[in-house]
């Protein structure tokens, strides 16, 4: 279940999701705006210092984002060889041509792909799906429905991984797992589509039987609160985005997207 | 437990025809049961056992759904308007638990009905105590046991306070002390709320001090009896027998001794562990020091406390999974040519070799009808078509599978399905079958069908290794006993795979 456990320690684990979703999304789409350098460094940096007074173990943060470690940098290079040339051109063979245009083009796509990848991912990680369901509904006011069927398929997820892994054992017993690795998957993935189908539709009456869609109005056990703790996360959100989007524009190199 | 009235329940010539079937599943009820009443309901399965009490859950569903008969009243009223009168718990552990910590499932409920916050958390402590679920309020559901998830389940149940709580087979996927834990749960539950209770189940005993009335389903419909524990299951035995109840003092005939038994000849060894460490793939070591013969003619049962190991020894047995450490050689009266490890035999190479049966029939059906499932092994051995037409029609024959032969494979009934799971790896006739739970949630009649069909795969031959925590069938099928020896610091690290 390592997949949906998320990492409760720290101050973040105490921010209600909803505040956490809009932070990362007011940082991301004013990132998105520009491609120049100097939005993201401003923007890496003032996230790094505000990830030091989470508490969150470093080691957990590293191993959790070494997947965009390893992608940013490659992102990154690709621009650099592939990238619109400008200015100098340093190498050029075939398609590839590195020039100071695809240079700094290459650096701000490796340190934007960062500035909007950590916060998301390490907000995300702090954050449980059960707070983020009380979140959505209690404050967003998303209908329970939706938000409760959700919450409860999410837990099929790691079902579905013990499932996969018997179906792959029962085919080797059966003496039909030496065919093309392709069919085998395509066969397995549907017979694991019929299992999923039939769990749901028990956990279904499992849930009709406990009133879940029932006429009354539904009551919360659990309080989502939203309080000064979240306002905060949301300000500094506002800050990081807007000292970005300053300093970028007073070194002049505020370079809008949309017909830029 | 304050706050509960018990439900009264009327049926007037109450039936139920689900959407595309012929045949209603079940008909022409007519009962009534008294508030505080506690019921076992029995019957065949198919008697529609289980309808009845989605019906008085009020889940059954709408005309779409299929076309009901007759009048089905709870306090006088249509179960379906007056959700959480009633309250409904399932037989399969894993699919009741809705949210992911212990607290909150209970909760669920309650919140579906609108209940105060501070109520709803005074009655989750409370029904939490009242089936004994000794764990912390953000406890992780995934880690409880199959036992411990049911007694969850049963607490997010009686936490609604309904006046009716319904049964359905709560035991049948679980081991011997998890019945029992259950079994206890549900008592005193009963005994503090006072609701009216109805409870499916095939094992009788186990039920028989808890029920003050037993009603017994007819098979085409109609009640066949209907009165106190004591009554019918001396009035009924046998017609109850034969229809797959459990009734202390019926038993199966054991095997008769075996063959090689009396003569001087050894039987032929066909595999054999030495110094074994198993664990399944990305798991932890879970037992080491393993040692285990196989021969020809001979069934062992693997018995062992939850946890033991026991499904992993199987599934290494049955050339599935590799071996940890130490030695599992096929000799070679079963390797046949192929290589001494069962491990390093491609799939085909099973086939013929070991056949395994898993707990869950289901993991294992890779076709559309029940005819092409039985084929399946013998079409990859390349086996001419009128051989494999012969040898699946001698198998429907043999597993009464006959009328079904069409069917899909998921849409058969738990007894169906088992029997057709054996079927797929006797297509092949393996020297070696092995068997996880083969008698987990059956019922008598199918219990008795897969002893003798056990004593007859014995008789002819193969060996058999089952995985089994039922004493009776190791004593009915003439078997060896090899336990799975506790190892307190493996079991600790390895948490409750089993």
Redesign the interface.
């Known amino acids: 279940m390592t997949i949906t456990a998320p990492l409760r320690v720290g101050s973040l684990a105490r921010v209600n999701p909803v505040a956490k979703l809009a932070a990362v999304f007011i940082v991301s789409v004013t990132l998105l705006l520009t491609i120049d350098w100097v939005s993201a460094v401003v923007a890496l940096g003032l996230e790094c210092a505000a990830l030091a007074f989470t508490g969150l173990p470093l080691r957990a943060v590293v191993l959790r984002t070494t997947p965009l470690l390893i992608a940013a940098p490659l992102a990154g290079l690709t621009t650099v060889l592939y990238g619109q040339s400008s200015g100098q051109t340093y190498w050029a063979w075939w398609a590839v041509e590195v020039s100071d245009g695809s240079i700094s083009l290459g650096i701000a796509t490796a340190l934007r792909i960062l500035a909007v990848g950590i916060p998301a991912i390490v907000l995300f990680i702090t954050i449980d799906p059960t707070d983020l369901a009380d979140g959505l509904a209690q404050i967003v006011h998303l209908p329970a429905r939706f938000v409760m069927g959700g919450l409860a398929a999410l837990r099929l997820v790691g079902l579905f991984v013990d499932d996969w892994r018997a179906l792959e054992l029962a085919r080797r017993a059966r003496g039909v797992a030496d065919t093309g690795r392709l069919r085998r998957i395509l066969g397995q993935s549907f017979a694991l589509l019929v299992l999923s189908i039939r769990r749901g539709s028990k956990l279904a009456t499992a849930m009709e039987a406990r009133g879940f869609g029932a006429k009354t109005r539904r009551t919360w056990a659990r309080p989502s609160v939203f309080g000064a703790r979240d306002w905060a996360v949301i300000a500094i959100g506002c800050a990081v985005a807007a000292s970005a989007v300053v300093v970028s524009v007073v070194t002049g190199s505020w370079n809008f997207v949309v017909g830029g | 437990m304050h706050g509960t009235t018990p439900a009264s329940v009327t049926l007037t010539s109450w039936g139920w025809r689900h959407a595309g079937r012929r045949e209603p599943a079940v008909r022409d009820l007519d009962v009534t049961i008294e508030p505080g009443e506690r019921i076992l309901l029995l019957g065949a399965s198919g008697s529609g056992k289980s309808t009845l009490l ?1 019906a008085l ?3 059954l569903g709408g005309a779409e759904e299929g076309e009901e008969f007759g009048r089905v009243l709870v306090d006088g009223r249509n179960p379906a308007q007056q ?2 009168r009633s ?2 718990l ?1 037989q ?1 552990p ?8 212990v ?2 499932d209970v ?11 501070d109520e ?2 005074r009655r ?1 402590r409370e029904s939490l105590e009242a089936v004994g679920l000794d764990r912390p309020l953000d406890f ?3 880690q409880l046991s199959g036992g411990q998830k049911q007694r969850l ?1 049963l607490a ?2 009686i936490a ?1 306070q309904p006046g009716l709580v319904l049964l359905d087979e709560p035991t049948a996927n679980l081991d011997p002390a998890g019945v029992i834990e259950v079994r206890d749960a549900v008592a005193s539950v009963a005994d503090q709320t006072g609701a009216t209770l109805v409870v499916v189940e095939h094992r009788v005993e186990v039920w028989r001090s808890l029920v003050d009335r037993v009603i017994v389903l007819g098979n085409g419909g109609g009640i066949l009896a209907d009165g106190t524990p004591d009554e019918i299951l001396r009035a009924e035995a046998t017609r109850l027998s034969a229809a797959g109840v459990w009734v202390r003092g019926v038993h199966a005939e054991p095997c008769a001794p075996e063959a090689s038994d009396d003569q001087d000849v050894p039987p032929e060894l066909l595999l054999s562990a030495a110094d074994l460490s198993i664990g ?2 990305r798991s932890p070591v879970i037992a080491a020091g393993l040692s285990m013969e196989i021969a020809a003619g001979r069934t062992t049962v693997i018995t062992g406390p939850n946890g033991a190991g026991k499904s992993t020894m199987a ?1 290494t047995v ?1 050339g ?2 590799p071996v940890r450490g130490g030695v599992l050689a096929a000799t070679p009266a079963l390797a046949a040519g192929a290589a001494d490890s069962p491990i390093r035999w ?3 190479e ?2 013929g070799r070991i ?2 049966v ?1 707990q ?1 029939p ?5 076709a559309p009808t029940v005819r092409d499932e039985l084929a ?2 013998p079409r ?2 390349n086996e001419p078509a009128d051989a494999i037409d012969r040898r699946v029609d001698e198998l429907l024959a043999r597993l009464r599978l006959d009328a079904l032969a069409a069917a899909n494979p ?1 849409t058969l009934s738990g007894g169906q399905k088992r029997r057709l799971s054996v079927g ?2 006797l297509a ?1 006739r393996p020297k070696l079958l092995v068997f996880d739970e083969p008698t987990f949630g059956q019922d008598a009649v199918t219990w008795r069908e897969l002893i003798a069909l056990f004593c007859e795969l014995r008789a002819e031959g193969h060996a058999i290794v089952a995985v089994t925590h039922d004493r009776e069938f190791a004593r009915a099928t003439g078997a060896v006993e090899w336990r799975m020896p506790v190892q307190h610091e493996l079991v600790d690290a390895a948490g409750d795979l089993s």
């Open positions: 989605s859950a009020g889940v959700r959480g309250g409904l399932m399969d894993d699919a009741q638990v809705v949210l992911a910590r607290g909150d909760a669920f409920g309650c919140e579906n009905l609108g209940v105060e916050r709803i958390w989750v992780p559901t995934a389940a997010g149940v609604m399944r793939p599934l049955g599935l999974i491609h799939s085909r099973l086939l056949g395994s898993f869950s289901e993991h294992q059906f890779i399946a092994g990859a051995l998921f797929t790896a092949t």
